[in-house]
């Protein structure tokens, strides 16, 4: 069982360029969400999804971009990437039930943006 | 919307003693989840401890305890016998057990505890 797997663990971007972050999970879990880590803020949520053909905003949706086509993979895109999304990214999957299940998190994406 | 305070940026403690972690949390609901995850160096997001607020009992992993005091909205955790290996950044976190709220966390924004030898 390989849980949730990210991809790539490091990137390293150019203002303006484009890339997508993958996540893919074999838990069959309903909810999947990303989240971004930065020094002093914690973990904030930039979009998340109830199910397939499913995404909703999180506090820190601008510049990100979301779909949810199986159940398995839900990809964030950066549009144009910016220095202020420099950032440890963390895809995170949880059941529907039972409700105490804890968020079960992939290994986390360190991106840079120069 | 439920917010997470961790007011200790950063907290130390000798290796075998024991050290508090405090999280406090703001929420108008009666029934929720909360949650200790650990992050060591590796990145590595680890749940240390969850406790149901319906549950009065405090939750208590080996090494790891909670003092969950619902009506004060504070969830602090207990280390003892502090371990080398339990440096790392300690994250308090909330789940809402409501329809529309369930599908995410609400993480404060961390602790960082150094164990010194």
């Known amino acids: 069982n390989a849980g949730v797997t990210q991809t790539p663990k490091f990137q390293v971007l150019k203002t303006g360029q484009s890339m997508t972050l993958q996540c893919a999970q074999d838990m069959n879990h309903e909810y999947m969400s990303w989240y971004r880590q930065d020094p002093g803020m914690g973990l904030r949520l930039i979009h998340y999804?109830?199910?397939?053909?499913?995404?909703d905003q999180g506090e820190v949706p601008n510049g990100y971009n979301v779909s949810r086509s199986t159940t398995e993979d839900f990809p964030l895109r950066l549009l144009s990437a910016a220095p202020s999304q420099t950032s440890v990214y963390f895809c995170?999957?949880?059941?529907?039930?039972?409700?105490?299940?804890?968020?079960?998190f992939g290994n986390g994406t360190r991106l840079t943006v120069t | 919307a439920q917010t997470v305070t961790q007011s200790q940026p950063e907290m130390s403690v000798q290796e075998a003693e024991t050290v508090t972690l405090s999280c406090t949390y703001d929420?108008?609901?009666?029934?929720?989840?909360l949650f200790w995850y650990k992050q060591p160096p590796s990145r590595q997001m680890i749940l240390v401890i969850r406790q149901e607020a319906y549950k009065q009992q405090n939750a208590t992993e080996n090494r790891f305890s909670v003092n969950f005091q619902k009506a004060a909205k504070s969830f602090s955790l207990k280390i003892s016998d502090s371990q080398l290996g339990d440096a790392a950044m300690y994250f308090c976190?909330?789940?809402?057990?409501?329809?529309?709220?369930?599908?995410?966390?609400?993480f404060g924004k961390g602790t960082k505890l150094t164990v010194n030898p």
């Open positions: 929420t108008s609901e009666s029934d929720y989840y």
């Open positions: 999804s109830v199910g397939a053909g499913i995404t």
């Open positions: 976190a909330y789940r809402s057990a409501e329809w529309g709220g369930s599908e995410k966390l609400v």
């Open positions: 995170a999957t949880l059941p529907n039930f039972p409700q105490n299940s804890p968020l079960h």
